[in-house]
């Protein structure tokens, strides 16, 4: 069992910057596949961004060049650092793990507007 607990969301005008951190507890946290997705409003779940226990990164292209997801396996700790914020990525943003399944967080709030 993992239990992720996200933090680091909130309200952010255009073109600032926000860093999610997702904290797990439970289980050896660097041998798991890490990531974010997020749901905006009437909009689908999507990958926003990916880590592998080796550290080999993925990102969706909307998020290539402005979002940088990273990891600390000494804090067993995720983070997606958000830059120039846009409109369209106010979501609410979920930290998952993944080792033979998936596991997830609550969820954090981010809105974007000025």
């Known amino acids: 069992q993992v239990q992720l607990v996200e933090s680091g969301g909130g309200l952010v005008q255009p073109g600032g910057s926000l860093r999610l951190s997702c904290a797990a507890s439970g289980s050896i946290f660097s041998i798991y596949a890490m990531g974010w997705y997020r749901q905006g409003p009437g909009k689908q779940r999507e990958l926003v961004a990916s880590i592998t226990s080796s550290g080999i990164t993925n990102y969706v292209d909307s998020a290539k060049g402005r979002f940088t997801i990273s990891r600390d396996n000494a804090k067993n700790t995720v983070y997606l650092q958000m830059n120039s914020l846009k409109p369209e990525d106010t979501a609410v943003y979920y930290c998952?793990?993944?080792?033979?399944?998936?596991?997830w967080g609550q969820g954090t709030q981010v809105t974007v507007s000025s």
């Open positions: 998952y793990a993944h080792r033979f399944q998936r596991y």
